[in-house]
């Protein structure tokens, strides 16, 4: 007897590969980008509160998180979406803007849920493959727009490599294609960018009318297990993102430390420095023992292995740390806490 019938894009759907759990012998996990620190005292309160209104649904305009972020960042309110996450976002805007037949442009290798949610939405997806220097090729990329493209995703900083897109080459990169296909500057790591020359996206967003802004309270803001993401967009793709987000996706638990969160911002910049600043001894102590690495702008650093990543991973698993690897390609590792990283460091500066 047949079953239901399922779309065959969902069937041949590649599966998202989060950072392994450790298992009882692993003590530190480096393996999916989060915030080491727990979240600021102010967002705990928050959260204990709203906690006892979790038998309600919470507000499907996000209302006080919008308005919060509009004043943030000097938008109007209608052109601000939200969803669970970046993620949520970016497959919401795939949604509004690509079907079957319909191309989406991004760099390769960049963030692994671009090409799922691509075959969910039924597009197909364009890979542009990353410069010898593990950066967007832009130019190849506006080579690749054709009259099918609807979105093109641009990663900066980009996960899993680490380096950001630069403002003259990304303002050529958009004067070069057609102001009807959006172009979606993925900012999830925006807060960890220290490069004076890569441009703020919201700044982009301001001058160019097919340019839409994602962003995250995962990373930075510590808030990975909450799922909270927005978008600062031209009005009619923010609404396009609303239309299609699940209703009251983002919880009552979500929108209140958001808020929190934005208004504790002068403490959550501390600690981005105090991260940015291990990055920075990080990236020197595997630099100092040979290692080879592109610039990194985001909380992690990126070892282009190739074959024999999963190895490394491996024995980095041994000495009790869970790091990423993308076999053939290479190795990502989240910056954590001194005493964690100098457990991955032990591992990684041995005589090779």
């Not at 832009?138 to 996960?159: E, G, H, K, Y």
């Not at 102001?179 to 900012?187: C, I, R, S």
């Not at 239309?243 to 002068?266: I, K, R, W």
């Not at 403490?267 to 001894?281: C, G, I, K, M, Y």
Request: glycine content about 8%; aromatic content about 6%.
């Amino acid at each position: 007897m047949a079953g239901p019938r399922i779309r065959q894009a969902i069937n041949d759907i590649p599966g998202y590969k989060p950072g392994r759990v450790p298992p009882g012998g692993a003590a530190f996990k480096l393996s999916s980008n989060e915030n080491p620190y727990p979240p600021l005292p102010a967002v705990l309160e928050v959260l204990a509160g709203a906690a006892t209104e979790i038998n309600r649904y919470p507000d499907l305009a996000a209302t006080a998180l919008v308005n919060a972020l509009s004043e943030r960042f000097g938008v109007p309110v209608d052109d601000i979406a939200t969803g669970t996450g970046s993620v949520g976002v970016a497959q919401q805007l795939l949604q509004a803007t690509t079907g079957p037949g319909d191309e989406v442009v991004y760099a390769w290798r960049s963030f692994e849920a671009y090409p799922i949610l691509v075959q969910i939405a039924g597009g197909t997806s364009v890979r542009v493959p990353l410069t010898p220097d593990a950066r967007h090729d832009l130019p190849a990329m506006a080579a690749a727009v054709t009259d099918r493209t609807r979105l093109i995703f641009l990663c900066s900083p980009n996960n899993p490599t680490g380096p950001a897109i630069r403002r003259d080459e990304l303002t050529e990169f958009l004067d070069a294609v057609p102001t009807d296909v959006l172009v979606v500057l993925d900012e999830a790591y925006r807060e960890f960018v220290t490069d004076p020359e890569v441009p703020d996206g919201v700044d982009v967003y301001r001058e160019r009318p097919n340019v839409a802004v994602l962003r995250t309270f995962s990373k930075a803001y510590g808030l990975a297990g909450l799922r909270v993401g927005y978008v600062i967009a031209p009005p009619q793709v923010a609404a396009a993102a609303r239309a299609c987000a699940v209703p009251f996706g983002v919880s009552v638990p979500a929108q209140a430390a958001a808020v929190a969160s934005l208004q504790a911002e002068d403490q959550l910049r501390a600690r981005v420095a105090d991260l940015v600043a291990e990055r920075t001894r990080v990236v020197q102590a595997l630099r100092d023992a040979g290692w080879e690495m592109p610039e990194t702008q985001g909380n992690f650093v990126w070892l282009p292995i190739g074959v024999g990543s999963s190895e490394f991973a491996a024995t980095c698993e041994a000495a009790g740390v869970m790091v990423r690897p993308f076999e053939p390609e290479g190795v990502r590792i989240t910056v954590a806490t001194p005493e964690i990283d100098d457990r991955f460091l032990a591992v990684a500066t041995r005589p090779r």
